[in-house]
């Protein structure tokens, strides 16, 4: 079993739709949490980071972390044909040891179109 | 356009060919990163420097060799690849060792090895 879980997609929606995507995780060690957009050939883009449960919002974009159910999602409103891209969830553990700083586990991705 | 900038963008070399590959931030951030993505696969770490050392290497084979020449710059030697090297290879950068901070991603060097 992989330690993240991402829901796989590929996620098809219209415009002006409001979209969900998830991860699971196994390990209770995970503290900070964020979600990366990956446009095709380019880098994964940093859209929100949290380190604590409940909701931070971001403009369209809302990320929920549930650490007692060990479940994160992102949710994006009014989306945009500009929004298509993969979606990457990503964690960390606690800084504290040191020896897996830097280490982000991600989820597998998930591929979202929205179309006019 | 984002703060972390990798050169070349594309890079074909042969397996007996010596290449590098560039990174640059001018955040001030003190840790940088090599991850690999092969397509349609999440990223996998490499390399960590902090403070310009190397603090982690995921079990790299040699034929990958980073270099830190200051706190700016990160660079990553390629020598003797194989054709399952081919992979797009992404700089990151984040504030320091001493306080969790997110990584910041460049676009990546997409190599391909013949």
């Known amino acids: 079993q992989k330690e993240v879980e991402q829901d796989p997609g590929p996620l098809s929606v219209p415009e002006g739709a409001i979209v969900s995507l998830n991860c699971t995780y196994s390990?209770?060690?995970?503290?900070?949490f964020m979600w990366y957009r990956q446009y095709s050939r380019k880098g994964p883009e940093l859209l929100m980071y949290t380190y604590s449960s409940g909701n931070k919002e971001d403009g369209r974009f809302t990320a929920q972390v549930d650490k007692s159910s060990k479940y994160i999602s992102l949710f994006i409103r009014d989306s945009q044909p500009s929004d298509s891209a993969t979606y990457l969830c990503?964690?960390?553990?606690?800084?504290?040891?040191?020896?897996?700083?830097?280490?982000?586990?991600f989820g597998q991705g998930t591929i979202l179109t929205v179309h006019p | 356009d984002t703060e972390v900038t990798q050169t070349p963008k594309h890079l074909v070399m042969g397996m007996t060919n010596k290449k590098s590959l560039k990174c640059e931030q001018h955040m001030g951030h003190r840790a940088m990163y090599w991850y690999k993505q092969k397509a349609k696969k999440p990223p996998e770490l490499m390399f960590v420097?902090?403070?310009?050392?190397?603090?982690i290497n995921e079990s790299v084979p040699s034929r990958f060799s980073p270099e830190c020449p200051n706190s700016s710059l990160l660079n990553l030697h390629l020598h003797a690849l194989q054709p399952e090297d081919s992979a797009l290879y992404l700089c990151?950068?984040?504030?320091?060792?001493?306080?969790?901070?997110?990584?910041?991603f460049g676009n990546g060097t997409r190599l391909t090895v013949t």
């Open positions: 420097y902090s403070y310009e050392k190397l603090s």
């Open positions: 390990n209770s060690a995970f503290q900070y």
């Open positions: 990503a964690m960390s553990v606690s800084y504290a040891g040191g020896t897996s700083y830097g280490k982000l586990t």
């Open positions: 990151a950068s984040s504030q320091d060792r001493d306080t969790y901070s997110p990584l910041h």
